[in-house]
Nanobody, 114 residues
Framework: QVQLVESGGGLVQPGGSLRLSCAAS????????MGWYRQVPGKQRELVVV???????NYADSVKDRFTISRDNAKNTVYLHMNSLKPAATAVYSC????????WGQGTQVPVSS
């Protein structure tokens, strides 16, 4: 089992920046890919970005060049740096980890509004 604790969400103005963090604990030895998904009420959860254990990344087209993923394996933590935020980015962002099985965090709200 892997437990995920997210932090860093909150209200941000359009054009602003925010950094989300997700710390993993538990069976961390089995962690491979780490990343972020997001969900808007009434819509399916969608991929934001995933980074493999080998540091390859897969970004959603809508966030390329504005969002950056990073991970600190020593701290078992993955980060999502979000720049030039748009109102369309408003969603609940959930951390994702692949450790034999997929795990998602509880989610953190990111409202982008003036």
């Amino acid at each position: 089992q892997v437990q995920l604790v997210e932090s860093g969400g909150g209200l941000v103005q359009p054009g602003g920046s925010l950094r989300l963090s997700c710390a993993a604990s538990g069976s961390i030895f089995s962690i491979g890919a780490m990343g972020w998904y997001r969900q808007v009420p009434g819509k399916q959860r969608e991929l934001v970005v995933v980074m493999t254990a080998g540091r390859s990344t897969n970004y959603a087209d809508s966030v390329k060049d504005r969002f950056t993923i990073s991970r600190d394996n020593a701290k078992n933590t993955v980060y999502l740096h979000m720049n030039s935020l748009k109102p369309a980015a408003t969603a609940v962002y959930s951390c994702y980890v692949r450790a034999f099985n997929p795990y998602w965090g509880q989610g953190t709200q990111v409202p982008v509004s003036s």
